[in-house]
């Protein structure tokens, strides 16, 4: 078995100051919203795909524009509509009639960081010309694969899923995405200074704080981040505790428990250490459990939720004791 390298303390306080600085650029433009804003520059940083959900008007685009002004990447943005084509998205093979060949033409996915706003206003069909690219970084159109840049990220935005003219998102979609956040309405006094005038920034006045280069170095660094055994029985029983839930018709796959520990170590780096504790499981679980959660339908229709169903895995999972090495 491989032995697991521990970050120093300096590279873990390194990691967290611009963590924090990149954060506080972001809270410049969006207002009230700074474990929002957090939760998603983890998700960026473990190198996963960000849902925002919310009804419109809520800043969820602003926030995706701001996160991508201040990590100085490339960005595209794709706005979904019922007429949107998956080629639209992913791109197309065109014939040249000057070279006599074929040519890929690529899509506005070809970016370092995709807008994806309203995803859920498009057809299913065009939802799954996400599938791959979210997975595997690349796009295969006619039989041949297209790479994506590195870093990639897709921020997506949705409407929940009763409004008018929206599709809701398969669960092999959802289980892509990292995270599941709800950015809200904001605090009266952050409403009131948008009121006011005061607050005048907007993301294309944002200047950069990290680059894409110094983005992938923070996410190769998050892969180091110590995690003691016990943690590692923790985290699959919590998964086990939402697969065997009354309620539960599908619990937390493989995939969604990968990225939690992903997330955490990401948290606990942002939070200046090198380790992993219980602590960071508990605060990330949400975010990252509840959307892979499928109900019974009964279940739904008695009101439960994705989030009382993680509260409950909490509740029958005992915590892991310190470990020394840790």
Not at 8 to 14: H, I, L, R
Not at 62 to 89: C, E, H, K, N, Y
Not at 226 to 232: G, K, Q, S, T, V
């Amino acid at each position: 078995m491989q032995q697991q390298v521990q970050l120093g303390a300096a590279q873990a306080e390194q990691f967290a100051a611009a963590f924090e600085r990149l954060a506080a650029a972001v809270d410049t433009v969006v207002l009230g919203k700074q474990e929002v804003v957090r939760l998603a520059l983890t998700a960026m940083f473990a190198e996963g795909h960000i849902l925002l959900e919310d009804v419109p008007g809520t800043g969820k685009t602003t926030m995706a524009r701001a996160i991508a002004a201040a990590v100085s990447g490339q960005w595209r943005r794709i706005q979904f509509t019922p007429d949107l084509l998956p080629s639209d998205v992913s791109g197309v093979t065109i014939f040249n009639q000057a070279s006599g060949a074929f040519e890929f033409h690529p899509g506005p996915v070809f970016a370092n960081i995709v807008i994806a706003d309203e995803i859920n206003r498009a057809s299913p069909k065009t939802q799954s010309a996400l599938l791959e690219v979210m997975e595997e970084g690349r796009v295969t159109v006619d039989g041949r694969p297209h790479q994506v840049p590195l870093p990639f990220l897709v921020v997506a935005t949705q409407n929940p899923v009763e409004m008018d003219g929206t599709y809701r998102l398969p669960e092999a979609q959802l289980d892509r995405f990292l995270v599941k956040l709800s950015v809200g309405y904001p605090v009266e006094a952050a409403e009131i200074e948008v009121l006011r005038g005061t607050h005048q920034r907007s993301p294309e006045h944002l200047p950069p704080v990290l680059d894409t280069e110094a983005v992938a170095q923070m996410a190769e660094l998050a892969k180091h981040v110590y995690i003691a055994e016990p943690l590692y029985a923790y985290l699959v029983q919590l998964a086990n505790a939402t697969r065997s839930h009354p309620q539960v018709a599908v619990g937390v796959s493989p995939r969604g428990l990968i990225a939690l520990t992903r997330a955490a170590s990401v948290f606990a780096l942002s939070q200046g250490r090198g380790y992993i504790i219980p602590e960071d499981v508990k605060a990330l679980a949400g975010p990252v459990f509840a959307h892979r959660i499928q109900l019974a339908p009964d279940a739904a229709m008695r009101g439960a939720t994705g989030l009382q169903v993680v509260a409950d895995a909490f509740d029958q999972v005992p915590v892991p004791l310190p470990s020394p090495a840790a």
